[in-house]
């Protein structure tokens, strides 16, 4: 079989389980989040942090609770780090420095999961679990809520009131996150991934010698860094290391889990929303997104140029030969399309394009699908720009949902997406008029400047990869990108919010004849192109003189 048609029925073995996935999942999940009852184990959780779930709130309530919650998040990481050599199950590591520690805490709080530190170097495991592990658990489930509440923003009317964040937090707990992964975790045992507590011990090497490895809790720990889209690693390899990623079932199985919830979300927006047609809409902006990115991976990854790449049958520089190139492929799309960023490759040694291909999927915002949650609230705030645009085209009120498109509405979504550009263009620019960020690079020219922006944009688009070739363990590094990922993570849920109030105030705008049919392929088409022109026009010039000027080089 050759490779090309290997990946295809790869895909397509993908596309398949997403589709038997989407309706069950995506109902299930408009239930949870629409029933009026609470199971025991989630009243007894409301009880221990004195919350009435009962109690719908406001939008700035609403988002006072997910703030405060996140706060607590980063405070408490960041001490579980900071006092972990006094901690059982600390393998003999020593506490986390301050600066690393604080960016530690904010990526895994703001569902991020940069890292720059090794995993199975410095982490114990009590932190692994009882902090890494927790936080995948609830800042996924915090990215969920703001999507519902936006979805109530366009399905409720005359009110102001969004739900209870509270309730909206454990139920995607108790109910999505916890179970999907019990079993997903069974199923990566299965493939072979580990599954224990065990302490460090010496391994032999084929070239002779010794390594030393020590063992935790990977299956469960990898299991929700996929679903919840959050991405770091129990390794420094990541999902390119046989304890997470033994073989290419396990492989299909991981890239399935990224994408299922957040394509799924979709299914839940149109049954909440009352039109689970305007849900089909999105999901074909989504879709086609995802597959021609997908499509242009394997691509420029199997046309690379030069004798090497002849040899191999493709870029298979920095690639897993049990995943080859469409493995690694379907894997990296679908990590930088959504806020997850795990990698079972190292992106930096993919072509000049190729490299390219994963920073604009970042760069979109990651909305196709998008992170868990975020996607759909970004798809939509992208669908709120891309009614106003044809408004203006012929002249009339922009409606979306049966709510008027006007003022208000869209500053917010303006602001929304402002905030992303401004953090990853701003740092990067800051970061080569200093001597000490430019001496972290590995590579000069073209792909240096790549790596200083892939890291911004990864940062402040909350996606945690990294082109690896930057040394990002210092100061300058951790500092200004664990501010990129707070500020990347909540400044637009604040817009989110903000938008969803405005909207649940309005009254619901009868249709005519003159209503855009947001259902229909003509929107759909419609929103693709807002969404690429909006990037490109962004990031272009950034863009030109990184990745192309390396791929037009080559």
């Known amino acids: 079989m050759s490779p090309v048609l290997a990946g295809i029925l790869q895909l397509l073995a993908l596309v398949v389980a997403l589709g038997l996935s989407y309706r069950p999942l995506g109902d299930h999940m408009a239930r949870v989040y629409s ?10 959780i409301y009880r221990v942090i004195g919350a009435n779930p009962d109690v719908e709130m406001r939008w700035p309530a609403y988002l006072r609770g997910v703030l405060a919650f996140s706060a607590v998040g980063v405070l ?11 901690l059982p199950g600390s393998l003999g590591f020593v506490s986390i420095d301050p600066d690393q520690a604080f960016n530690t805490a904010a990526s895994f709080v703001a569902n991020t999961n940069w890292q720059s530190y090794y995993g199975e170097q410095a982490m114990g495991h009590v932190v692994q679990t009882g902090g ?20 109530r923003g366009f399905a409720r009317s005359r009110t102001g009131e969004l739900g209870n964040f509270w309730a909206d937090l454990v139920r995607g707990v108790v109910r999505i996150l916890l179970p999907i992964s019990v079993i997903g975790a069974l199923v990566l045992v299965a493939c072979g991934a580990i599954q224990n507590f065990s302490g460090i011990h010496e391994v032999g ?33 990541n999902s390119s290391h046989p304890f997470e990623n033994p073989n290419g079932l396990s492989n299909l199985f991981e890239i399935y889990l990224i994408l299922v919830i957040p394509f799924s979300l979709t299914r839940t927006f149109g049954r909440m929303a009352g039109s689970v047609r305007q849900g089909y809409a999105i999901l074909g902006a989504m ?24 040899i191999a049958g493709g870029a298979m520089e920095g690639k897993e030969t049990r995943f080859g190139i469409a493995g690694s492929s379907l894997f990296a799309v679908a990590t930088t399309l959504t806020s997850t960023g795990a990698v079972n490759s190292f992106h930096s040694s993919y072509t000049g394009f190729g490299g390219g291909i994963t920073m604009l999927g970042m760069q979109l915002g990651e909305i196709a699908p998008g992170g868990v949650g975020s996607g759909l609230y970004g798809m939509l705030v992208m669908a ?17 949902l049966g709510k008027k498109i006007g003022t208000r509405e869209v500053t917010f979504a303006a602001c929304y997406l402002l905030v992303t550009p401004a953090l990853v263009l701003g740092f990067t620019a800051a970061s080569f008029t200093l001597d000490t960020p ?65 909207l649940a105030g309005q009254r619901p705008v009868p249709e005519t004849s003159g209503t855009l049919r947001t259902e229909k392929p003509l929107f759909t088409g419609l929103l693709v192109g807002t969404i690429m022109i909006i990037t490109g026009l962004t990031y272009f010039p950034a863009l030109a003189l990184g990745p192309l000027a390396e791929g037009l080089a080559a």
């Open 35 to 44: 029933s009026p009852r609470h199971l025991w184990v989630e009243k007894r």
């Open 76 to 86: 408490f990481l960041y001490g579980l780090q900071r006092s972990q050599d006094v």
């Open 132 to 151: 890494l592990a927790v936080q995948n658990f609830v800042s996924a489930a915090v990215g969920i809520a703001v999507a519902v509440a936006l979805v």
């Open 205 to 237: 090497q084929f070239g002779g010698g010794t390594q030393q490895w020590n063992g935790g809790a990977v299956a469960s720990q990898e299991v929700i860094k996929e679903l919840g889209t959050n991405g770091g690693g129990y390794f420094n390899a």
């Open 287 to 310: 879709a086609t997104i995802w597959l021609g990115f997908t499509a242009l991976m394997m691509w420029t990854e199997y046309a690379g140029h030069g004798p090497a790449f002849e």
């Open 384 to 400: 709120v720009v891309a009614v106003f645009v044809a408004g203006l085209m012929v002249g009339r009120t922009p409606e979306y």
């Open 438 to 502: 430019v001496h972290s690079m590995t590579n000069s020219g073209a792909h240096g400047f790549s790596e200083i922006l892939y890291a911004y944009t990864s940062g402040a688009n909350n996606n945690g990869s990294a082109f690896a070739g930057l040394n990002a363990d210092t100061p300058w590094f951790n500092t200004t990108i664990g501010i990129a990922m707070l500020l990347g993570r909540f400044l637009p849920m604040v817009f989110v919010l903000a938008l969803a109030g405005s």
